[in-house]
C-alpha cells in the first residue's frame, strides 16, 4: 500500500505492509532520492522497574551515498556522534506519546537506505519513525510531526533543503502533536563578511568581530519562529493521522498499574511534614538525600507492614507536593531563593598553569572546569557526513564529560553516553556562533563537570566562553546560558530560574536557554505531553533573559583579571604568496617542506589554490625564523620551469669550498650546519661520526649544489 502527500514543501510517498512485516510497526519512506527504513518492535513480556524501556537507534548506510566506509573495517560499526544526536532527537520527540505505565521493552530502529544531498535526513527519519509507532499496536495519541525551520534574509523558510540551510541565519527543528510542542532544538548560524577578511601576518591578533554576525535571535523573533511552524507540525500531524488510521494494529496492551499509596502519603504528610520540610529548605542536596532516607527507615519501623520501596514512593509524592505547593503558593524554593533568583557564582581563570586556556565556574552546587586547547589544522577532527562528497574537517570542538563523582555516586569512568555527546553539542552550538569560522587556530574545548546540581551543560557554555578568552581567542562576545523550569499546579503557573536537580525532577518542564547580551544562539526544550502556552513561553524567555544578562554581568567582570600566559601559547603566522610559488616550499618529493618542518621545530599548511601559508610552532622566533626562510625561497628568482624542472643554482658557494660552521639544528636524516650569508648547509647523517650537538663547531666542505640546496662533507 502506497500513499503520496503532499505536505510542508515536500512530496512524501510512504509504503506500509511492504517490508520488515513481522515488525510491530514498519515503513518505508521516499523523499528526494532519500529512502528510509522506520520500524517499531516491542518485547510481550514488561519490565518490573518503574521506567519507559525505550531504545531508539538511527543507522545510516554508506550504500545510501554510492560508498564504501572508511578505515581499516569496511563496514559500518558503532554509531557516529551525528547518528547518536539524532537518535537523541528522535528519542525525545516520541518518548512523550507512549502512555502512563507502558512498561513493555520497545526499539524503534531508523535506517537510510539512499540519501539525497538535499533532503534533511533528521527532519525525514523522525517523521518515518513517528509513522512507525503510530502504525504499531502501541496506543499513543497522534503522530508526530517533525519540520525544520530557516531564516533566509528574514524571511522565514519552511523544510529548507541542506543548500538553502547552509545560507540560512537560523537552524530551528521543532516536532509537536496536533496543537501541541513536545521539542525544540534551536541554534544560530553566523554570517561572515567575507571582503573584509585580509590575510595578514598578524592575522591571529589582529581579528575581530567586526568580521562576522553572531546572528543572535530575540525573544519576540523567537515566538513568531515557533508561531509559524507550530502551523505546519499541526498540519502534518493531522494528515499523517487521516492517512493512516484504518492501518493501525489493533490490539490490547495491559498497562502496569501504578500504584498511589494514597493512605500510606496521607499517613506520612500527617505525622512527618515538619522532618521532610526540614531535609527539603534547610538542606543540601547531597545531606537531603541522606535525611530523606533517614526518615524512611523511621517510617519502616513504625509500618513494619509497608515494605521500604512503597514506603519511598510514598514520601517521594509527598516530596514532591511539598516542592511544587512552596513554588506556586509561597513563591519559595528548597534553596531559599525567589523564583527569579540565580545562584551565587564564582570564576577563577587560568588556574591551570600549562593548559593554554581554562575556567573553573561555579554556580550554586554545580561546577564545570573548562579548558581550552589551541591546535593546528592537523589537530582538526575529520567527519564523514552520508550527504557530503569528501570528509568534513571540525575546526571547533566541545568536549563533555560527566564522572560519577560528580554527583556523590561511585560509579566506573565510562566512554561517553548519549547524555554526554548531547549536553556537549548544546554547548557548541551555543558557542559556536561566537568563534570566528576563519580563526587561524584548531579549538578543542573540555567541559569536566566536577560537582552537579542542575544545568551542567549550561555551566559548560559560561566556562567555555571564559576559557576561550583565557587562551586568547578573540571570540565576537561572550556567550553564557541558564536552566529554566516550569511548575503548573492548581490552574497557576510558575517560572524558575537557574533550576537544581531538585526542581528538574519534580518540576513539569526544564527548558536551556544560551546567548550573548544582544539575542539567543542556543535553546534546548523538551515538553511533556499537554504542551505550553505562547504567554507562558514567552514570559519564560523573557525571565531567562534577565538571568542571562546578569550572568554575563559577573562573567564580564571576571574577564578583567584574565591574564593570558602568553608562553606557553602556540605561535602562529598567516601570510600569502604567489600560488605558483607554493611548488617552491614544498620542494621535489616534499624535501623542502620537510627539512624546513624539521630544522626549524614548526607545523606548516599550505593551501595551494590560495597561495596561503601557515606555520605554527611552540616558539615565536622559530615560527619567524621559518617564515623568513620561506619568503627567502620564493623572492628568489624561480627554480622551477614547469616543462624543463628545476633550473641551475646560482649559490655564492664553490665545490670543494671548506667552512668551519656552527650546528644549528640535529633532524633525524642529518645536521644543519650555518655556513654564511643566512645559509645552511645539510650534513647527512651518513657522513657524521661520532657524537654532535646543537652549537658544536665542525669542519665540512662543500659536496654538491642542487635545487637551492647545499650538501657537506666532513673536511
Known sequence: MTYSIELNNHLEIFDIDKVAKQASGAVLMRQGKSVVLATVARENTPVEEDFLPLTVQYIEKAYAAGKIPGGYIKRETKPSDAETLTARIIDRSLRPLFPKGYAYPTQIVVMVLSADSEVDLQVMSLNAASVALYLSDIEIKAPVCGVRIA????????????????????????????????????????????????????????????????????????????????????????????AFNKHKKQGEIELKIIEEHSELAEYIEKNYSNEIKAALYQMAKSERAVELEKIAQIILKSKASEDKEAIMSALNKVKRKFVRSGIINEGKRADGRSLDEVRPISIETNLLPNAHGSCLFTRGQTQALVVATLGTDADAQMIDLLTEKTSISERFMVNYNFPGFSVGEASPMKAPGRRELGHGNLAKRALYPSVDENYPYVIRLVSEILESNGSSSMA?????????????????????????????????????????????????????????????????????????????LQRALLQAKDARLHILNIMEEAEKDIVINEEILPKLELFSVDPSKIVEIIGQAGKTIKEIIEKF????????????????????????????????????????????????????????????GRVKNIA????????????????????????????????????????????????
Open 151 to 242: 531564516q533566509i534574509e528574514g524571511e522565514f523558510i519552511l523544510n529548507p533543503t541542506c543548500s538553502e540551510l547552509k545560507k540560512s541565519n537560523l537552524d530551528l527543528y521543532l516536532a509537536g502533536v496536533k496543537d501541541e510542542l513536545l521539542m525544540i532544538e534551536m541554534r544560530t548560524l553566523p554570517s561572515y563578511d567575507t571582503e573584509n577578511l585580509a590575510l595578514e601576518s598578524n592575522f591571529a591578533e589582529n581579528l575581530t568581530s567586526g568580521m562576522q554576525n553572531m546572528n543572535e535571535l530575540s525573544e519576540d523573533a523567537m515566538i513568531r519562529a515557533l508561531d509559524f511552524g507550530m502551523q505546519a507540525i499541526e498540519n502534518g500531524s493531522n494528515a499523517y493521522e487521516e
Open 601 to 660: 621545530e614548526v607545523a606548516i599548511d599550505l593551501d595551494r589554490d590560495k597561495g596561503e601559508v601557515k606555520i605554527a610552532g611552540a616558539r615565536n622566533e622559530q615560527v619567524k625564523a621559518a617564515k623568513d626562510y620561506i619568503i627567502n625561497i620564493v623572492s628568489k628568482e624561480s627554480k622551477f620551469d614547469k616543462k624543463r624542472g628545476f633550473k641551475k643554482d646560482h649559490l655564492p658557494f664553490e665545490i670543494g669550498e671548506v667552512f668551519e
Open 668 to 715: 633525524p636524516f642529518g645536521a644543519f650546519i650555518e655556513l654564511r650569508d643566512g645559509v645552511d648547509g645539510l650534513l647527512h647523517s651518513s657522513k657524521i661520526k661520532g657524537d654532535l650537538r646543537e652549537n658544536d663547531l665542525v669542519r665540512v666542505r662543500v659536496n654538491e649544489l642542487k635545487n637551492g640546496k647545499v650538501s657537506l662533507d666532513l673536511a
Open 460 to 536: 559548560s557554555v559560561c566556562g567555555g566562553a571564559l576559557a576561550l578568552r583565557a587562551a586568547g581567542v578573540k571570540t565576537a562576545k561572550l556567550v553564557a546560558g541558564v536552566a529554566m523550569g516550569l511548575v503548573f499546579e492548581e490552574g497557576k503557573t510558575a517560572v524558575l530560574t537557574d533550576i537544581m536537580g531538585l526542581e528538574d525532577h519534580d518540576g513539569d518542564m526544564d527548558f536551556k536557554v544560551a546567548g550573548s547580551k544582544d539575542g539567543i544562539t542556543a535553546l534546548q526544550m523538551d515538553i511533556k505531553l499537554g504542551g505550553i502556552d505562547k504567554n507562558t
